[in-house]
């Protein structure tokens, strides 16, 4: 079992309030993705990155933000949230190389009011 | 774009029958595929992966196929159980992008009837 930790696991919340999801994991992994996913669907890369002060955005546009100030912390933050944020967040990590597989954490389900 | 999509949204097994979830890519440059299983309320789960240079690879009781011919991969769950019960997603690195960058299908929900 992977040792990905994220916080809160559900949070419901009002249009306008600003949020930060934590992510962190214990593995040492310098890479670290964000992944949005709607019930039952694919899951969409929004922020990834390398290692420390390395981030960038992915695929799907997104609105949030992300820091990467400690190996092991991945935090990602929507200043001002809106319904259609409402989702699941996936945080990932692993290890360098290409070959290497994303261990993911249990997931915070963001509902927007 | 190309992406990686899945033959079957759902698949409903009797316990103790094999499983086979299927998966097809677009994009020849694909080189490593992983499976995911993600059961309700958690994470996905890695189960078993495949390089490209290889058509097989098994697990503990899990085989994966890979038909580049076709460019189709599958998973076969042998001996199926009720904790096997959750949604498989397929993904896929492309060669020559980012390292660490996967693309997931849509996923196919298993369900495992006593």
């Known amino acids: 079992e992977a040792d990905i930790y994220q916080t809160p696991r559900y949070l419901v919340i009002g249009t306008g309030k600003k949020i930060t999801l934590e992510c962190s994991q214990t593995?040492?992994?310098?890479?670290m993705y964000w992944y949005q996913q709607d019930p039952g669907m694919e899951l969409h890369l929004i922020h990834y990155s390398y290692g420390v002060n390395s981030t960038e955005k992915g695929d799907l546009s997104s609105e949030s933000t992300v820091s990467r100030i400690r190996t092991e912390h991945f935090p990602l933050t929507l200043e001002s949230a809106r319904p259609s944020h409402t989702s699941q967040y996936l945080c990932a990590s692993s290890e360098v190389g290409g070959w290497a597989t994303q261990y993911f954490g249990p997931g915070t389900r963001l509902t927007v009011l | 774009g190309e992406s990686v999509g899945l033959h079957l949204p759902t698949l409903s097994v009797q316990e103790g029958d094999n499983s086979i979830i299927n998966c097809a890519y677009s994009n020849s440059a694909s080189d490593y595929f992983i499976w995911y299983k993600q059961e309700s309320g958690k994470g996905p789960q890695f189960i078993i992966d495949?390089?490209?240079?290889?058509d097989k690879r098994q697990g503990q009781r899990v085989t994966v196929l890979l038909n580049k011919t076709v460019k189709h991969l599958s998973l076969q769950i042998a001996a199926t159980q009720p904790g096997d019960s959750a949604v498989y997603f397929c993904?896929?690195?492309?060669?020559?992008?980012?390292?660490?960058?996967?693309?997931f299908g849509k996923g196919t929900l298993l369900t495992v009837n006593p």
């Open positions: 593995m040492g992994h310098d890479k």
């Open positions: 993904a896929e690195r492309i060669s020559g992008g980012s390292n660490y960058k996967l693309t």
């Open positions: 495949i390089r490209s240079n290889m």
